[in-house]
């Protein structure tokens, strides 16, 4: 998906925070508009953005993402003797690392906050287009073949992963449901283009009560 390449190229989360509010605000004007189309197209950029379960798009390690632990209150203590002058370089080493050890952990923070963020749109854009009929799956069969795949890669499985299992599990559900009414031959191709193609496209919505 060309959208995979697009998401890797931002680097800086805020600039990822910038993209995932542009995507949740096109849901909801697109939904409030019933343009199907543009639901489906929030839906593949969307995808693009994530990596299979327990991992990220945006940490170059494959392990899973670790959850980030309050740090514990740290305890006053004594004065102690001024330092020698000839140390005082190393201090300011020590200083650095710290600062950014504390700067991975909030920009840590931040990603694990985006990536929830970008799964329940995922999620929001499969509840309000109507997969059960087969020309709105076969619009979105790209993306629902993409996370296929990204839960088929996961090593350990979604039932495993600490970030996101439930989103994880709904997407799965949902992603499931919607393929098996794909066809497993291309017998009646013809027809299913049409399906695709036809103007305007029958991207229908799910009716809500209210």
């Known amino acids: 998906l060309k959208a995979i390449r697009a998401w890797k190229q931002i680097s800086k989360m805020e600039d990822v925070g910038t993209v995932v509010d542009m995507l949740e605000a096109e849901v909801q004007r ?3 508009a019933a343009e199907g189309d543009a639901i489906c197209e929030v839906l593949l950029r969307a995808v693009g953005s994530l990596a299979p379960p327990g991992t990220s798009l945006w940490t170059m390690s494959t392990e899973p993402v670790e959850r980030v632990e309050p740090v514990e209150p740290v305890e006053p ?4 003797e001024p330092v020698d002058p000839a140390e005082p370089a190393e201090l300011c080493e020590a200083v650095a690392l710290l600062r950014e050890d ?3 952990e ?3 923070e931040l990603r694990i906050a985006l990536e929830h963020r970008l799964r329940k749109v995922v999620i929001d854009c499969m509840t ?3 997969l059960d009929f087969l020309g709105v799956v076969l619009r979105a069969l790209p993306a629902l073949r993409h996370l ?3 839960i088929e890669s996961s090593e350990k499985g979604i039932e495993h992963v600490d970030e996101g299992k439930e989103q ?3 997407i799965h559900s949902m ?5 098996k009414s794909v066809p497993l031959t291309s017998a009646r191709n013809n027809s299913y283009t049409r399906l695709l193609n036809a103007r305007p496209r029958r991207m229908r919505f799910i009716e809500h009560d209210g």
């Open 106 to 108: 909030s920009e840590d």
């Open 30 to 32: 697109a939904t409030q």
């Open 128 to 130: 309000i287009l109507d």
């Open 168 to 170: 994880w599990q709904t």
């Open 77 to 80: 203590v004594e004065p102690v």
């Open 175 to 179: 992603v499931s449901q919607a393929i």
């Open 148 to 150: 296929e795949a990204l």
């Open 102 to 104: 504390t700067k991975k």
